[in-house]
């Protein structure tokens, strides 16, 4: 059984930063695509940020240079490094996964961005 497990959200004030993770167990991030989406309320989810199983990383043009996304095989983790908050970055961030044809997602972690 495939689980994603995200932590690591919370409330920040403008300006701060706050590291995701996103704990894999089921699915082996060597031959998976990884991601993180984001909902905020009353919006559709978008993508955030993706990386491939050969570490090619694609981000959404709100977060380019503010978001990193990353992965450490060894421990089945991915991460997202959130810098240079903003209020408008509050929203559910769900991790997400692809391997073999077959789409995973967490359960997602609340991300608050206020002063």
């Known amino acids: 059984q495939v689980q994603l497990v995200e932590s690591g959200g919370g409330l920040v004030q403008p300006g701060g930063s706050l590291r995701l993770s996103c704990a894999a167990s089921g699915i082996n991030l060597r031959f998976a695509a990884m991601g993180w989406y984001r909902q905020a309320p009353e919006k559709e989810r978008e993508l955030v940020a993706s990386?491939?199983?050969?570490?090619?990383?694609n981000y959404a043009d709100s977060v380019k240079g503010r978001f990193t996304i990353s992965r450490d095989n060894a421990k089945n983790t991915v991460y997202l490094q959130m810098n240079s908050l903003k209020p408008e970055d509050t929203a559910i961030y769900y991790c997400h996964g692809l391997e073999w044809g077959n789409f995973y997602w967490g359960r997602g972690t609340q991300v608050t961005v206020s002063s």
């Open positions: 990386i491939t199983s050969g570490g090619i990383t």
